[in-house]
């Protein structure tokens, strides 16, 4: 069965940094494009970043410039390095495939303070 734990969330000031990790466990994800979404209170689950097999990315124009997805196939873990964080960017952030969704991990709380 297939695990994802995501974790690296915390509290931080407008400006800050913060990077997510996500350990992907029970299959081989190597070959699978995967993805860093975040549901904020209220709002339905929003693809942030995608990272292909081959290393390509996408980003929402809400977090261009200032996220960096990434991934390292041989610890079965893709990263979202986030930089100048905004109060916008408060939610909970899951990591999953681009498609065919595993079941849905806990997910890491992300709280921007102004």
């Known amino acids: 069965q297939v695990q994802l734990v995501e974790s690296g969330g915390g509290l931080v000031q407008a400006g800050g940094s913060l990077r997510l990790s996500c350990v992907v466990s029970?299959?081989?994800?190597?070959?699978?494009?995967m993805g860093w979404y975040r549901q904020a209170p209220g709002k339905q689950r929003e693809l942030v970043a995608i990272?292909?097999?081959?290393?390509?990315?996408n980003y929402a124009e809400s977090v261009k410039g200032r996220f960096t997805i990434s991934r390292d196939n041989a610890k079965n873990t893709v990263y979202l390095q986030m930089n100048s964080l905004k109060p916008e960017d408060t939610a909970v952030y899951y990591c999953?495939?681009?498609?065919?969704?595993?079941?849905w991990g806990q997910g890491t709380q992300v709280t921007v303070s102004s």
């Open positions: 999953n495939q681009g498609s065919s969704w595993y079941p």
């Open positions: 029970g299959r081989i994800f190597s070959n699978n494009a």
């Open positions: 990272i292909s097999s081959g290393g390509s990315t």
